[in-house]
Nanobody, 126 residues
Framework: QVQLVESGGGLVQTGGSLRLSCAAS????????MGWFRQAPGKEREIVAA????????YYSNSVKGRFTISRDNAKNTVYLQMNSLKPEDSGVYYC???????????????????WGQGTQVTVSS
């Protein structure tokens, strides 16, 4: 079992920055990959970024590449998403999720992720 709690969302102007955090508990944090997803009203949930259990490899969607950075601190059981140069189209509910697959890799489809946080709202005003 894994419990995930996101924090750090809020309202920010275009071009601003936010840092999301996701605190994990339960199963040993360094044994699973982590992903950040987002969902805007009327749209499907999409992956934003993912990181392997070791932190040695990261994945970014094309829409956020160069602006967002995912990282993790296995000693603190926390994964982060630093979001810079935010745009209105970045608005939505952001979820962190845990993928318990074996091996040090990432997957990008939401159906592979086993546990989800409750989500945190990010709103970027124009």
């Amino acid at each position: 079992q894994v419990q995930l709690v996101e924090s750090g969302g809020g309202l920010v102007q275009t071009g601003g920055s936010l840092r999301l955090s996701c605190a994990a508990s339960g199963r040993t944090f360094s044994t699973y990959a982590m992903g950040w997803f987002r969902q805007a009203p009327g749209k499907e949930r999409e992956i934003v970024a993912a990181i392997t259990r070791s932190g040695g490899y990261t994945y970014y969607s094309n829409s956020v590449k160069g602006r967002f950075t995912i990282s993790r601190d296995n000693a603190k059981n926390t994964v982060y998403l630093q979001m810079n140069s935010l745009k209105p189209e970045d608005s939505g509910v952001y979820y962190c999720a845990a993928d318990l697959m074996p091996g040090d890799a990432v997957r990008v489809l939401s159906r592979y992720y086993d546990y989800w946080g409750q989500g945190t709202q990010v709103t970027v005003s124009s």
